[in-house]
């Protein structure tokens, strides 16, 4: 079974970086999109970044310059160094599976899966 697990949340003050991870374990050999989506209090859920299997990559307009995806498929994990945070980055980050091009069944019931999530808090 597919399990997402975020992590390299924590507390920065405004102009520092973090870098998430997000462990991705079961249904490796599905080659999903992997996507970083957030939300902050009282808000819906943003998209903030996306890795295509093939390698292509996707910013909202917030994450760009200051954002960078990437994977790493030996150990399975996909990352978001984050730099420059404001306080308006402040949010719980999430890992997502987007699109996959492998036809299983087992593949594709895997498509939209969410991890719980870490936590990232921007002070000024």
């Known amino acids: 079974q597919m399990q997402l697990v975020e992590s390299g949340g924590g507390s920065v003050q405004a102009g520092g970086s973090l870098r998430l991870s997000c462990a991705v374990s079961g249904s490796t050999h599905c080659n999903y999109d992997m996507n970083w989506y957030r939300q902050s209090p009282g808000k819906e859920r943003e998209f903030v970044s996306l890795i295509e299997s093939g390698g292509n990559i996707r910013y909202a307009d917030f994450a760009k310059g200051r954002f960078t995806i990437s994977q790493d498929n030996a150990k399975n994990t996909v990352y978001l160094q984050m730099n420059s945070l404001k306080p308006e980055d402040t949010a719980m980050y999430y890992c997502?599976?987007?699109?996959?091009?492998?036809?299983?069944?087992?593949?594709?019931?895997?498509?939209?899966?969410w991890g719980q999530g870490t936590q990232v808090i921007v002070s000024s």
């Open positions: 997502h599976t987007g699109l996959t091009r492998n036809p299983f069944p087992a593949c594709l019931r895997g498509i939209g899966n």
